[in-house]
């Protein structure tokens, strides 16, 4: 777990606080992902970032604000949240290269509780 | 669109048995099919993948899938399970669009009693 390391592992925050999950990949890839984990759901990709440059946004409310630096860094930005929005968040990247598929390496996530 | 199905929410096998998790997939092109493993307050682990060729992929700790394209299935497999292997399970299929989108299961819970 090395390779993708995510802070803080946990987090608790009231409603009307501001915060921001940080994700960083020492693998030299140039794809970074966010994805919602929550009990009993599947894994929900929220964000995707190829080259820094952000491709999917897969209808996620603004309440949840992603940045990309670089190719190495990805933030989520968490203001106004609301208590369904506890949940662990993972972070992910790959290599995209045009050929071949490859797998994406997972961060250990960072359990967010809202109160 | 692409699907994942996992239909056991959980599996039980005594130590030294083979076990079996099942997933059966649907998208619309060739399927890219990938399997994780999660362990307590971990992230996932990638075990293995199918992209082409032979139907039988062999991965991390001694797992094994076989993968049926008529019956859409891509099980994942292990002649002999240890109480270590106990975790939960993902099955995820990649999207066929630009984007390395990966659409997973809701997840099989694996527990080997010993």
């Known amino acids: 777990e090395t390779g993708v390391t995510q802070t803080p592992r946990h987090l608790v925050m009231g409603m009307t606080n501001k915060k921001s999950l940080k994700c960083e990949q020492h693998?030299?890839?140039?794809?970074m992902y966010w994805y919602k984990q929550s009990a009993k759901k599947p894994l929900e990709l929220m964000f995707v970032?190829?080259?820094?440059?952000?491709?999917e946004n897969n209808s996620v409310p603004s309440r949840f604000s992603p940045e990309c630096p670089n190719s190495s860094h990805l933030f989520l930005h968490l203001h106004t949240l609301q208590p369904e929005d506890s949940a662990l968040y993972l972070c992910?990247?790959?290599?995209?290269?045009?050929?071949?598929?490859?797998?994406?390496?997972f961060g250990p996530g960072t359990r967010l509780t809202v109160t | 669109a692409q699907s994942v199905a996992q239909p056991e929410d959980q599996v039980n096998v005594a130590e030294g048995n083979p076990l079996t998790v099942k997933c059966t997939y649907s998208v619309s092109g060739n399927p890219y099919l990938f399997w994780y493993v999660q362990y307590p307050n971990r992230g996932l682990q990638f075990l293995l993948k199918?992209?082409?060729?032979?139907?039988l992929v062999k991965g991390s700790y001694g797992f094994e899938a076989e993968f049926n394209k008529s019956q859409t299935s891509f099980h994942l497999k292990k002649p002999s399970a240890l109480v270590s292997d106990s975790a939960l399970y993902f099955c995820a299929v990649r999207d066929g669009g630009a984007t390395n989108k990966l659409i997973f299961g809701t997840g099989t819970l694996l527990a080997v009693q010993p």
């Open positions: 970032y190829n080259f820094k440059e952000q491709t």
């Open positions: 992910a990247s790959s290599q995209e290269t045009g050929q071949g598929i490859y797998e994406q390496y």
């Open positions: 693998l030299g890839h140039n794809a």
């Open positions: 199918y992209i082409t060729g032979d139907n």
